[in-house]
């Protein structure tokens, strides 16, 4: 089915280790960008990618990493994972001054 | 400093009744404002985007104005239904395409 599908749903993970999150958009879209919500606060951008083996920093980049080897993913990665990435993490695509379309979230708890 | 304020911060309505959403922002350059609903645990979803020149924009029952002199948009809904109840969040795009400043949203219930 066309659209973008984050995976997990929901993650558990301790403190310290390593975890990836997985973003896949069946559009071709050349943007895709990752974000995290907090309660309380707006949308937070972590990481964007104008385009395949191009990504860029966004606001709140420290402590995760990312890649986009091909344009349908955008895998996000936290490096060691902490208490305050606890989140809900979205993933969005579009294309150049369209409307963004999100996944439907990964919600990450960080013990 | 970039700001997107919403207001009010949560609106609880009867279902059909109409209502209206605002949001003031401090962004500079300016290229578009966008809104979206956001349901309980899913993705936000696009509902308008408008540009400088435009000052009104519906989609169904969704209506957002701009006002770009005075930097206030609003979202009015009619004839509200329960499937309304949702967190509207209002953005506004600087010059390009990732610089997205979000708003903190309004969370709207609609009660039979």
């Known amino acids: 089915d066309a659209g973008i599908t984050q995976s997990p749903r929901y993650k558990i993970t301790e403190t310290g280790r390593q975890v990836t999150l997985m973003c896949h958009q069946t559009?071709?879209?050349?943007?895709m960008f990752w974000y995290r919500q907090d309660l309380g606060h707006g949308l937070r951008l972590i990481y964007y990618s104008a385009a395949a083996d191009i990504t860029d920093k966004g606001e709140v980049s420290d402590g995760y990493v990312v890649s986009r080897s091909k344009t349908e993913n955008f895998p996000l990665t936290l490096e060691s994972a902490t208490r305050s990435q606890t989140s809900v993490y979205f993933c969005?695509?579009?294309?150049w001054g369209h409307g963004y379309t999100f996944g439907s979230g990964t919600r990450l708890t960080v013990v | 400093k970039n700001q997107v304020e919403q207001s009010p911060q949560s609106l609880i309505i009867l279902e059909g009744k109409n209502c209206t959403l605002q949001c003031n922002y401090t962004v500079s350059p300016f290229s578009n404002l966008r809104w979206y609903k956001q349901d309980t645990g899913r993705g936000p979803v696009s509902l308008t985007i408008m540009t400088f020149s435009e000052n009104t924009k519906s989609n169904g029952r969704y209506t957002a104005t701009l006002d770009a002199d005075t930097k206030q948009s609003s979202l009015h809904i009619t004839a509200s239904q329960l499937s309304d109840s949702a967190s509207y969040i209002c953005v506004v795009s600087l010059d390009s395409n990732y610089q997205l400043i979000w708003g903190a949203g309004t969370k709207l219930i609609i009660k039979p």
């Open positions: 969005a695509s579009s294309e």
């Open positions: 559009w071709s879209h050349s943007y």
